[in-house]
């Protein structure tokens, strides 16, 4: 039955040129500001193109689950066309921008599509930081994409596996050692998982090695672990991970890093250790999109390659320009501090500018953009995390059980919270990570030719100047 035979009014459809003639908002980045700007402008009357080099959004805070085969890579991972199936003004497109023209309003992907905008929004994210020493990139993997957690992931059960078939005692100490640089949320959170794997999860099923002498060492350059967290979780953070087994380091910094052989700064004395799986969770740099704005409009960056936005996040001059997520050096806050790069930030971040998109286009004023920080948590392993809820702190067990909660509340489509939920409730009752897979190569990096006869040396300068490398 037709609608003018059921009596009701036919609904209107519009046209292509109808729809071509709404204003245009171009967003870069399908991750958490992207995402969250998409879906926030899902009714409003405008048409949106969202742009991603992957067709899938990624839920960053559980990538070192899957690199510790407790979660499959699909658990955490959700296609940008199902999430955005419903909001018809939304159409996705899988690309790269390699350009961007802000006088002429124009994108460029990377064969040359040009795309025009009447808003653009760039949530690009960000990279690996190695502070000068990218050749230690291959050596020691960091964590931002599931390539980099399916190989963290391989270099990690491919060590033990390594250490079952080898015959040399010093060569098998460097191989069931893992180094994690970094004792922020995603190395403290790391750490702890690659513990609960070593000594829990895997501790029987090798016959000629014994998991439990895994060692496992977290470095952190500043005094003490989680350094933006309040002093006493940092305090309980440590206890819970040195209760796990963990070595926690502080107030130690990576030197260099040489096959499997590290270099650590501690005071005046530079230690040499041997480990075969280094893996990187100490710093951040901007995507490279920081770059190319900064010298299209003269925007500056700060010393990580992050734009300083104004206080409605958009870049000086270009009032229909804005940037977020990781991307944004935002310090228009109380304390003038940049906001933190984290998820809870970028979620704001991008419903925020689908508001202030929509108040432009009917000229109301828009009010500078507030973060409401409703708190920091870190999981440390079973029943042991710390959480910051700014009325409260808590550690131990409640803090872990609001970290469940939270992070299932937070992933994008219900199969996902499922799916999670059940696998973490398995794992929880039997020990068990079942995503243990090796796939791809089957060589160690970092593995050398030769292995010092000692496992630590420490560097010192002699009488003529000279130095030499004595046991540590």
């Not at 499959?72 to 018809?88: E, F, H």
């Not at 910094?253 to 530079?270: E, P, R, Y």
């Not at 995503?435 to 089957?442: M, P, Q, S, V």
Request: glycine fraction near 8%; hydrophobic fraction near 45%.
């Amino acid at each position: 039955m037709t609608a003018a035979l059921s009596g009701q009014a036919p609904i209107a459809q519009k046209t292509t040129a109808e729809q071509n003639s709404l204003h245009h908002v171009v967003i870069v980045g399908g991750g958490f500001a992207g995402l969250y700007a998409a879906k926030s402008l899902g009714k409003a009357p405008v048409r949106v193109t969202l742009i991603d080099k992957r067709n899938f959004h990624l839920f960053q805070p559980l990538l070192y689950q899957v690199a510790t085969g407790g979660l499959s890579a699909g658990d955490i991972s959700s296609p940008l066309r199902s999430v955005l199936s419903r909001q018809k003004n939304v159409k996705v497109l899988m690309g790269e921008v390699v350009d961007i023209d802000p006088d002429a309003q124009k994108v460029t992907l990377k064969r040359n599509e040009v795309i025009d905008y009447d808003s653009l929004i760039l949530a690009t994210g960000s990279s690996h930081h190695y502070f000068g020493n990218d050749q230690w990139a291959d050596i020691a993997p960091g964590m931002k994409t599931i390539e980099d957690a399916l190989e963290v992931r391989r270099r990690i059960f491919l060590a033990f596996e390594a250490a079952e078939k080898e015959t040399d005692p010093e060569r098998r100490k460097a191989l069931l050692t893992f180094l994690v640089v970094g004792a922020g949320p995603t190395g403290v959170e790391l750490a702890g998982a690659l513990a609960e794997l070593a000594y829990e999860t895997i501790k029987d099923d090798f016959t000629d090695i014994d998991p439990q002498e895994t060692k496992i060492i977290l470095l952190e350059g500043m005094d003490r672990v989680l350094p933006p967290y309040p002093s006493d979780l940092s305090v309980a953070a440590k206890a819970s991970l040195e209760k796990l087994g963990v070595e926690v380091r502080t107030q130690s910094l990576v030197t260099n890093i040489d096959g499997d052989t590290v270099s650590i700064k501690h005071g005046g004395a530079v230690t040499e250790m041997q480990a075969c799986t280094v893996l990187w969770a100490a710093g951040i740099k901007a995507s490279p999109l920081g770059k190319a704005i900064s010298d299209k409009t003269g925007a500056e960056t700060d010393r990580i390659g992050r734009v300083i936005v104004e206080a409605d996040m958009s870049v000086p001059n270009y009032p229909n320009l804005y940037i977020a997520g990781d991307l944004a050096h935002y310090a228009h806050q109380e304390d003038g501090k940049p906001l933190p790069g984290t998820a809870a930030v970028a979620m704001q971040m991008g419903s925020y500018l689908a508001k202030t998109v929509k108040a432009k286009l009917v000229h109301r004023p828009v009010a500078p953009f507030n973060y409401k920080n409703k708190g920091n948590m870190a999981v440390i392993g079973r029943n042991e995390a710390v959480a910051d809820l700014n009325f409260m702190k808590l550690s131990g067990f409640p803090a872990w059980f609001i970290w469940i909660f939270v992070h299932i509340y937070f992933l994008i489509e219900f199969d996902n919270k499922l799916l999670v939920l059940l696998q973490w409730g398995w794992n929880y009752f039997t020990y068990q990570r079942g995503a243990r897979l090796i796939t791809g190569d089957d060589s160690i990096p970092a593995l050398s030719e030769t292995v010092l006869n000692e496992m630590e040396t420490e560097i010192v300068t002699v009488g003529d100047g000279k130095k030499e490398m004595v046991k540590a």
